[in-house]
């Protein structure tokens, strides 16, 4: 699983976190466990696999807001027993 985190900068409230959550389900069908935090202006999601950066920042883009990083790292589910 790939972690990708972005700074989303342009949020405002919850339905600007709605809006970039949904943009994302659509835009990458495989990505699962959206947040999305207007506070911190932060996007958090998992992936099966790396998402192409440029188009994540394009579709932000088309939404109204700007896309200012973009990171992706591996990521290992913790649990009780891991």
Known sequence: MIKTTA????????????????????????????KSSHRKGKLEFL?????????LREVIAATGYACLSVESTEYKKKGLFG
């Open 7 to 34: 700074c989303i900068e342009g949020m405002m409230c919850s339905m600007c976190e709605a809006h970039i959550n949904d943009t994302v389900r659509r835009s990458f069908p495989n990505a699962k466990k959206i």
């Open 47 to 55: 992936s099966d696999e790396a998402v192409d950066e440029r188009i």
